[in-house]
């Protein structure tokens, strides 16, 4: 009587094991086939499928406001991609990015392109294009606003690439269904940190915040005044999207930085 157990404990497990990736225990952490990207906090990363950023899903950072640290939360992985001459995508942020502290931070500037977007539908036409794109390694963008049924085209688009996307939405956005199987909610903290809260993973449910130390590049701290006049703000690719609304944009912003 007592093998029964065992031999049906090895049957569930030969069972489980044959189940796609996006199938899991509900007490359990979820993999996938492709290993995951190292966040650069181990404390995250504990938390994390795969024991880091998971490849091939949308990724939903909701904020408190922009602006709160999202780049320096994410530049050690970043960092790591752009040293491996993998391409990073800032889709329309909303401040353009300090070309001397991202580099303090180690992204390689060489590898990052600037795309700008001023509408909501230009912007997830944007993400579709570059979601095409199987050779990069991080697309980053700022949206706002999103419908249910683009985030899951997004969903669906980042699935067929093996890249990290990341979509940056209000906080208030928590209370709305996402079809991204990552939700996180970020809101600054005190002595430099971050506050992190999982609020939708594959496996158990986060009980609590994670508090995150985040590097603050010198140039943010010292008066950088007489360096920022020295050098461009934007060294990096700048692109608009091929549409003729946006090249107008970009034209004036090429203008500006040249004046």
């Not at 709305?176 to 594959?202: F, H, N, T, Y």
């Not at 496996?203 to 461009?232: N, Q, W």
Request: aromatic share 6%; hydrophobic share 50%.
């Amino acid at each position: 009587m007592a093998a029964v157990p065992s031999a049906l404990s090895f049957a569930h497990s030969s069972i489980l094991s044959t189940l796609p990736d996006s199938v899991w225990r509900g007490d359990q952490m979820g993999s996938c086939k492709v290993a995951g990207i190292a966040s650069g906090h181990r404390a995250l990363d504990r938390e994390l499928p795969n024991g880091g950023w998971p490849p091939s899903v949308l990724i939903e950072l909701l904020l408190a406001n922009p602006g709160i640290g999202e780049l320096r939360l994410l530049a050690p992985t970043l960092s790591q991609l752009t040293r491996a001459g993998k391409s990073v995508i800032l889709l329309a942020p909303p401040h353009i990015p300090f070309a001397a502290a991202l580099t303090e931070l180690g992204i390689d500037l060489k590898y990052v392109l600037l795309i700008e977007a001023d509408k909501p539908t230009d912007r997830i036409w944007a993400v579709e294009q570059a979601l095409k794109s199987a050779s990069f390694g991080a697309l980053l963008c700022w949206l706002p606003q999103a419908r249910a049924d683009h985030l899951r085209r997004l969903q669906l688009a980042a699935a067929a690439g093996d890249g990290l996307t990341f979509v940056f939405r209000p906080r208030e956005a928590r209370e709305q269904s996402s079809p991204a199987p990552l939700r996180m909610v970020c809101e600054p903290a005190a002595a430099g940190r971050m506050s992190v809260e999982i609020i939708k993973r594959r496996g158990p449910v986060h009980a609590a915040p994670i508090f995150l130390p985040l590097a603050i590049p010198d140039v943010l701290i010292k008066p950088f005044a007489r360096r920022a006049m020295a050098e461009p703000i934007l060294p990096f690719s700048s692109h608009a999207v091929d549409r003729p609304a946006l090249a107008a944009t970009a034209a004036r912003h090429r203008a500006t930085l040249s004046a």
